[in-house]
């Protein structure tokens, strides 16, 4: 018999510490979480009963205090337990809500965040009564697992790191403290190794250092270019498992920030030569050649101002956030040819996917509407037979639509050619006759140059 235990937050940082803490606890746990209100609200339609209900109060929309939502949820569950999570900054907000809340509840329902592993297993076993009987039957394993993605976000482990190869046997693979990279997790799970185990006891210890405040530690990476581009890596883990939310958007805002200032300085060398070597890591790593190209070129041009920096950047870290799934990395890299071997279920959500993050987009506030179309068009401008999700042609499109297109389509030229310079050239050769049509024309000169320029740097460094 499970646990049931929902989770709803809109904090990924606190939702991936609760749901941690509880799949690594002793009990035999069932976690139903969501980060915004339409996947809440989906859970609670699909399910009947919970043994408990940890709610924050902000879960809604821009993260405002939605009250009816809250009254939902109790009048829904209302024979369940239920704990109200909030903020410290929020005490007046939370006062008001207990007026209106007193007559539905006869117990105190407030834990104030962030989350701490004691006072939360303190409220469970106050709460739940025979809650021995959901004690899982590994419970005196000494190891509990951890996901690659939460080790990746530090880019280090403060306790030793294990995989399981049978009952009882657990072989070390990494020391604590030691740095690794996604290429180690690739490693094992191309093996078949889907879990990592680290010993309870160092666990526990170090709770809170395996789940800093920030989406990404920022103090884990050597260098500015090295952060940029593993904070990448990291985010797109966080979105794979949790979706977008308003964290992730905060995330991504700060690392298209710190993109800008690495591109203003220039060190086009050193970025390229780590971009070469993260070769293999696609999907993560493009983004930030695409903000090179697309922001360079935008310069050129008399519109362009300051504000362009974080539009560009920004949308380039989020473009690809809902492609997820591992077997469309290789399309999104290769082409539209490559789907031809897929299920028309399959064919469908690969070209789906810039409208599904667009409309993820569109539930969080701040978020500048150019973002919104940038990512929603970065496979439009060629028409119906090679465009998605409308077919558009390039003349449907702004001119930093065009050139955010086009600079995506030079960065899968970078990448499908390895970096090589000789071969990125000849590919170019086809590419440069399939932009003198419609309103990307406009835009071939400038783009030329900008491509130039990341090619010279490549031949000096060959």
Same mark, same amino acid.
């Given at each position: 018999?499970?646990?049931?235990?929902?989770?709803?937050?809109?904090?990924?940082?606190?939702?991936?510490?609760?749901?941690?803490?509880?799949?690594?606890?002793?009990?035999?746990?069932?976690?139903?979480?969501?980060?915004?209100?339409?996947?809440? +609200?989906? #859970?609670?339609?699909?399910?009947?009963?919970?043994?408990?209900?940890?709610?924050?109060?902000?879960?809604?929309?821009?993260?405002?205090?939605?009250?009816?939502? #809250?009254?939902?949820?109790?009048?829904?569950?209302?024979?369940?337990?239920?704990?109200?999570?909030?903020?410290?900054?929020?005490?007046?907000?939370?006062?008001?809500?207990?007026?209106?809340?007193?007559?539905?509840?006869?117990?105190?329902?407030?834990?104030?965040?962030?989350?701490?592993?004691?006072?939360?297993?303190?409220?469970?076993?106050?709460?739940?009564?025979?809650?021995?009987?959901?004690?899982?039957?590994?419970?005196?394993?000494?190891? +509990?697992?951890?996901?690659?993605?939460?080790?990746?976000?530090?880019?280090?482990?403060?306790?030793?790191?294990?995989?399981?190869?049978?009952?009882?046997?657990?072989?070390?693979?990494?020391?604590?403290?030691?740095?690794?990279?996604?290429?180690?997790?690739?490693?094992?799970?191309?093996?078949?190794?889907?879990?990592?185990?680290?010993?309870?006891?160092?666990?526990?210890?170090?709770?809170?250092?395996?789940?800093?405040?920030?989406?990404?530690?920022?103090?884990?990476?050597?260098?500015?270019?090295?952060?940029?581009?593993?904070?990448?890596?990291?985010?797109?883990?966080?979105?794979?498992?949790?979706?977008?939310?308003?964290?992730?958007?905060?995330?991504?805002?700060?690392?298209?920030?710190?993109?800008?200032?690495?591109?203003?300085?220039?060190?086009?060398?050193?970025?390229?030569?780590?971009?070469?070597?993260?070769?293999?890591?696609?999907?993560?790593?493009?983004?930030?050649?695409?903000?090179?190209?697309?922001?360079?070129?935008?310069?050129?041009?008399?519109?362009?101002?300051?504000?362009?920096?974080?539009?560009?950047?920004?949308?380039?870290?989020?473009?690809?956030?809902?492609?997820?799934?591992?077997?469309?990395?290789?399309?999104?890299?290769?082409?539209?040819?490559?789907?031809?071997?897929?299920?028309?279920?399959?064919?469908?959500?690969?070209?789906?996917?810039?409208?599904?993050?667009?409309?993820?987009?569109?539930?969080?506030?701040?978020?500048?509407?150019?973002?919104?179309?940038?990512?929603?068009?970065?496979?439009?401008?060629?028409?119906?037979?090679?465009?998605?999700?409308?077919?558009?042609?390039?003349?449907?499109?702004?001119?930093?639509?065009? #050139?955010?297109?086009?600079?995506?389509?030079?960065?899968?030229?970078?990448?499908?050619?390895?970096?090589?310079?000789?071969?990125?050239?000849?590919?170019?050769?086809?590419?440069?006759?399939?932009?003198?049509?419609?309103?990307?024309?406009?835009?071939?000169?400038?783009?030329?140059?900008?491509?130039?320029?990341?090619?010279?740097?490549?031949?000096?460094?060959?």
């Amino acid at each position: 018999m499970k646990l049931k235990i929902a989770i709803f937050e809109p904090k990924i940082s606190e939702l991936k510490k609760v749901q941690s803490f509880l799949t690594s606890s002793t009990y035999d746990v069932e976690v139903f979480r969501a980060s915004n209100v339409d996947a809440a +609200t989906k #859970i609670i339609n699909e399910q009947n009963h919970f043994h408990f209900i940890f709610l924050n109060v902000r879960m809604s929309p821009y993260q405002k205090i939605n009250t009816h939502f #809250i009254q939902t949820v109790l009048a829904r569950f209302s024979d369940q337990k239920f704990i109200l999570l909030y903020s410290k900054e929020e005490h007046k907000d939370v006062s008001e809500l207990t007026n209106v809340l007193v007559d539905q509840l006869d117990y105190d329902p407030w834990m104030e965040l962030p989350f701490k592993p004691l006072q939360f297993f303190k409220v469970l076993e106050q709460s739940i009564s025979e809650l021995s009987k959901f004690v899982r039957s590994d419970s005196r394993s000494q190891y +509990t697992s951890i996901k690659a993605v939460e080790l990746l976000a530090l880019k280090t482990s403060p306790c030793d790191v294990f995989i399981k190869l049978g009952d009882e046997k657990y072989v070390k693979v990494f020391n604590s403290f030691d740095p690794f990279d996604a290429t180690f997790f690739e490693k094992y799970k191309v093996k078949g190794v889907r879990s990592f185990f680290v010993e309870r006891a160092c666990f526990n210890k170090h709770f809170n250092d395996f789940f800093p405040p920030q989406l990404v530690a920022r103090d884990s990476f050597n260098s500015d270019e090295e952060y940029a581009l593993g904070a990448q890596k990291a985010l797109f883990g966080v979105v794979a498992e949790f979706g977008i939310s308003e964290d992730v958007v905060e995330t991504a805002t700060e690392l298209a920030e710190e993109a800008v200032d690495i591109l203003e300085k220039n060190n086009l060398t050193s970025m390229l030569a780590l971009l070469k070597n993260g070769k293999d890591s696609f999907i993560y790593d493009h983004s930030f050649l695409l903000s090179l190209i697309c922001l360079e070129t935008a310069k050129k041009f008399k519109w362009y101002s300051s504000k362009h920096n974080r539009i560009i950047c920004l949308s380039s870290l989020l473009h690809d956030a809902s492609l997820t799934d591992p077997r469309f990395h290789s399309i999104e890299l290769g082409g539209l040819s490559k789907l031809e071997n897929c299920s028309k279920e399959e064919q469908v959500a690969f070209k789906d996917h810039p409208l599904e993050i667009a409309n993820e987009l569109k539930r969080i506030m701040d978020i500048p509407s150019d973002v919104i179309g940038l990512v929603l068009k970065h496979h439009e401008g060629f028409g119906t037979d090679k465009s998605f999700p409308y077919g558009h042609y390039s003349q449907q499109l702004s001119a930093l639509e065009c #050139i955010f297109v086009m600079s995506h389509e030079i960065v899968l030229i970078f990448y499908r050619n390895l970096f090589h310079p000789d071969k990125i050239e000849h590919a170019l050769l086809q590419y440069w006759e399939e932009l003198h049509k419609g309103n990307f024309r406009k835009y071939i000169k400038e783009l030329q140059e900008v491509v130039e320029s990341i090619l010279t740097a490549l031949k000096g460094e060959a």
